[in-house]
T-cell receptor, first 115, second 113 residues
């Protein structure tokens, strides 16, 4: 059974710092790995999706990497800003031939960027 | 842009009431999902629908049912609301295929008294 964990659970950094959020998954047979952002009381917004055949994806100041063999993904945020403050969740999709591939979410990392 | 809307942002109901939560997506996605999110437990899948009138149970279907009569609309029904169903409910949609991202609605915060 796939399990997804995220470290740290919470992180507080001063504005301008580069930071790394970590995601681990137990079953390396994933289809893809996604990173989401969730603002308080809101839904999830997709940030980056990495297919199992890819090693990384980039969008602006965000870079996500995937190492299937070690069961890890990292989200790198460059030059953090107060507007980056949110909870970041990773989600692993199982590899399935059926119409549904199960998505398992991690518990999230709560990020606070201090001005 | 994909848009997923949910019928209510906040809802207060009494124990035993029948509760309907509606989700509508405008991108002709085949797959739709209902999750609940609780502190310390994360997101848990309640039900999944892969096409009109088709559904599969998720991890925690007990006490819930769903309806998908039209492709764009996926309803979650609490047959007899209980206090342990107080939660944040999130709907998502996705195109068929594991390579596609899920798009989430804004969520409905339900309080059952």
């Amino acid at each position: 059974k796939q399990e997804v964990t995220q470290i740290p659970a919470a992180l507080s950094v001063p504005e301008g710092e580069n930071l790394v959020l970590n995601c681990s998954f137990t079953d390396s047979a994933i289809y893809n790995l996604q990173w989401f952002r969730q603002d308080p009381g809101k839904g999830l917004t997709s940030l980056l999706l990495i297919q199992s055949s890819q090693r990384e994806q980039t969008s602006g100041r965000l870079n996500a990497s995937l190492d299937k063999s070690s069961g890890r993904s990292t989200l790198y945020i460059a030059a953090s800003q107060p507007g980056d403050s949110a909870t970041y969740l990773c989600a692993a999709s199982g590899n399935s031939k059926t119409s549904y591939d199960k998505v398992i979410f991690g518990p999230g990392t709560s990020l606070s960027v201090i001005p | 842009d994909v848009k997923v809307t949910q019928s209510s942002r906040y809802l207060v109901k009494r124990t035993g009431e029948k509760v309907f939560l509606e989700c509508v997506q405008d991108m002709d996605h085949e797959n739709m999902f209902w999750y609940r999110q609780d502190p310390g437990l994360g997101l848990r899948l309640i039900y999944f629908s892969y096409d009109v009138k088709m559904k599969e149970k998720g991890d925690i279907p007990e006490g819930y049912s769903v309806s998908r009569e039209k492709k764009e609309r996926f309803s979650l029904i609490l047959e007899s609301a209980s206090t342990n169903q107080t939660s944040m409910y999130l709907c998502a949609s996705r195109q068929t295929g594991g390579g596609e991202t899920q798009y989430f609605g804004p969520g409905t915060r339900l309080l059952v008294l």
